[in-house]
């Protein structure tokens, strides 16, 4: 996570993580950092996108009954459309 708080932090979006796990979650290290990089790779952008004066990235990770969560929240443009629940791609 430091390399990308780090990177967020000097664009001046304010970072915050709560991560609350063991050491042992039932997921490799190469395949955690491809998806927390991925993850906060978007966020970055998605900050930077907003053209807001104020942005933040919000990263929670967590383990609750045998159950491995990431939740990832951040500034972002205002027209994002959804479909399903999910962001569209631009153009589709």
């Known amino acids: ?9 000097k664009k001046g979006i304010r970072v915050v993580c709560d991560v609350s796990v063991k ?8 395949d955690l950092v491809a998806i927390l990089g991925n993850l906060l790779e978007n966020s970055v952008h998605g900050c930077l996108e907003s053209e807001k004066e104020e942005m933040y990235i919000f990263v929670r990770i ?3 009954a045998g159950k491995f969560s ?22 589709r």
Request: proline share 2%; hydrophobic share 35%; aromatic share 4%.
């Open 23 to 30: 050491e042992e979650i039932g997921i490799s290290d190469v």
């Open 70 to 91: 990431i939740l990832v929240e951040n500034t972002c443009r205002e027209d994002i459309r959804f479909k399903n629940g999910m962001p569209k791609a631009k153009g």
């Open 1 to 9: 996570l430091t390399v990308y708080v780090s990177q967020a932090k």
């Open 62 to 64: 967590q383990a609750k």
